[in-house]
């Protein structure tokens, strides 16, 4: 099966940096795109940052010019770089990544998920 582990998250200073790692790993074939999601207590989880397997990225509004998406396809990691991160960017942050699993005879395009880490902002 497949994993993705995110590591990264902790709490930081408003106007701080953190950078978020998810590393996938298990029988993987190749990795399409691969996403940072995040959920704040009583919202809705939205999109924050993703990146294709070619390298295309996009943002969420409002942290456009602040945080940056990165991949290594040599490690199955997907990084986020969050600088001056506001109050309002606390929130669970989980990585999800469409993945082509080795099946043995076959191969077949999954959605998997982390389980999340804490990103706590400070004012």
């Known amino acids: 099966q497949v994993q993705l582990v995110e590591s990264g998250g902790g709490l930081v200073q408003a106007g701080g940096s953190l950078r978020l790692s998810c590393a996938a790993s298990?029988?993987?074939?190749?990795?399409?795109?691969m996403n940072w999601y995040r959920q704040a207590p009583g919202k809705q989880r939205e999109l924050v940052a993703g990146?294709?397997?070619?390298?295309?990225?996009n943002y969420a509004d409002s942290v456009k010019g602040r945080f940056t998406i990165s991949r290594d396809n040599t490690k199955n990691t997907v990084y986020l770089q969050m600088n001056s991160l506001k109050p309002e960017d606390a929130a669970v942050y989980s990585c999800?990544?469409?993945?082509?699993?080795?099946?043995?005879?076959?191969?077949?395009?999954?959605?998997?998920w982390g389980q999340g880490t804490q990103v706590t902002v400070s004012s």
């Open positions: 990146i294709t397997g070619g390298g295309r990225t």
């Open positions: 298990g029988r993987i074939v190749s990795i399409n795109a």
């Open positions: 999800n990544a469409l993945i082509f699993t080795d099946q043995g005879m076959s191969r077949v395009l999954k959605n998997f």
